[in-house]
């Protein structure tokens, strides 16, 4: 792990414009995560869903997000407008929220999962790419890492505020859900006033239009980052069963948010670090020790009988996300050509959203026919195959960037 001072220098290096991006993400997640730590046990519990149509409104939703950074991203490289497209996204997202508290059935949930999720995808691959356009190479890590650990804080933080005002309110899901609104709006001030996009990625009279073609331009790494996330993403399906899990142990309602926040903020805490150590040693091992950590975070989750042992599955679980997600985007940002950034991001979010759908989906159906334990069993066995894959191509992706 990074000293402290040399933890420091790094932050000192990053640029303003990643942190303000960071904290645009972390207002979002707030409001996002007060919302989506109760509405599993809300579609539950309330409108009576089953785990099946649970595994797929979190499939369908987040497959939605990641689809549309596809086409995103690649607007984005052909406009050179990255912030303006964020902008979007994150606006669509904050005026979305109200439809939460409004909703009288399940459909409304469904439609504004949906509509919240394209607003997610439309400013995801337009970011990470600005981002990537803002950071120098020598940072690159510590500054997706940075940017995921305030996402992450906020994500951790929204469940905390929901956990206190599920209290407060005698389980009004509805209030909660009002006030969720405010820092969905305040992340979209943000974004408008406090981000400012680099001159370099402004509109050329040369830019070409996003071809097919241009897949041919990404290198045999950049595919295999891809392809490792991908399969990855298959092991690592939506956090709702974390959720449910804990109420299948017997948490109580009031405390079931208390997963999310767990998981965020081991979460927060790791990715930054995690950021730097690869700048320094490389990505490939970092990410290896983060492909472990959820194997070991399925087995708890599928054995432990006990809330305590769960609650160290969820630590480990926080730990992987900790340990991969900032990393594989920093490996995308190295792979990618610098004009081809956002339909890089755009083709790794498809690739991701595509198997996030079908493991929400596989572990749904698998709960509900077999059990929690098979689900999280399921998970661990992919979760070897996406290590096994990572060791055999670690060569070619530490290979620094030229």
């Given amino acids: 792990m990074p000293s402290g001072r040399e933890a420091l220098s790094r932050l000192k290096d990053v640029p303003r414009g990643v942190w303000a991006l960071g904290l645009v993400s972390m207002f979002m997640d707030i409001s996002s995560e007060m919302i989506h730590a109760l509405l599993p046990v809300y579609l539950v519990t309330v409108l009576g869903a089953s785990m099946t149509a649970v595994g797929l409104i979190e499939g369908v939703a987040e497959a939605t997000a990641m689809a549309v950074k596809i086409f995103s991203g690649a607007l984005s490289d052909w406009l050179g407008k990255r912030k303006l497209l964020a902008a979007i996204g994150y606006g669509l997202a904050a005026f979305t929220k109200p439809v939460f508290p409004l909703a009288t059935g399940l459909g409304w949930i469904v439609t504004a999962r949906f509509v919240d999720r394209i607003g997610k995808g439309i400013r995801g691959a337009p970011r990470d790419a600005l981002i ?3 950071t120098p190479q ?3 890590g510590a500054a997706f890492g940075l940017r995921q650990s305030l996402d992450t804080a906020g994500a951790f933080l929204g469940p905390l505020a929901a956990i206190g005002l599920m209290a407060l309110t005698l389980n009004d899901f509805t209030l909660v859900f009002w006030i969720a609104v405010v820092p969905a709006f305040v992340s979209f001030a943000l974004i408008v006033f406090a981000v400012r996009e680099p001159a370099s990625t402004g509109p050329g009279p040369e830019r070409p239009r996003p071809r097919f073609a241009d897949a041919g331009r990404f290198s045999i790494g950049f595919w295999l980052v891809v392809a490792i996330a991908a399969v990855l ?5 939506s956090e709702a069963f974390l959720v449910l899990r804990a109420q299948n142990l017997g948490m109580p309602i009031a405390l079931v948010p208390a997963i999310l ?3 965020n903020v081991v979460y927060a805490v790791s990715a930054y670090p995690a950021g730097v150590v690869s700048d320094r040693l490389g990505r490939t091992g970092v990410l290896a020790i983060g492909i472990a950590a959820l ?9 432990g009988g006990h809330i305590a042992v769960m609650l160290l599955g969820v630590v480990f679980w926080g730990l992987h996300m ?6 594989l985007a920093a490996l995308i940002a190295d792979k990618a050509p610098v004009d081809l950034r956002g339909t890089a991001f755009g083709v790794f979010n498809l690739a991701s959203g595509a198997a996030l759908l079908a493991a929400s989906v596989a572990a749904g159906l698998i709960w509900d026919a077999f059990g929690p ?4 069993l399921a998970g661990a066995g992919i979760s070897v195959v996406a ?5 055999a191509v670690s060569r070619r992706l530490a290979a620094r960037p030229s």
Avoid: E
Wanted: no cysteine; proline share 0%; glycine share 8%.
């Fill in 261 to 263: 926040v767990i998981m």
């Fill in 295 to 303: 194997i070991v975070a399925d087995l708890l989750l599928a054995f």
């Fill in 132 to 134: 990537a356009d803002l």
């Fill in 322 to 327: 900790g340990l991969t997600q900032g990393l």
């Fill in 233 to 237: 993403t298959l092991a690592r399906f």
């Fill in 373 to 376: 334990a098979a689900t999280f």
């Fill in 138 to 140: 020598a940072v690159r």
């Fill in 387 to 391: 290590l096994a894959g990572l060791v």
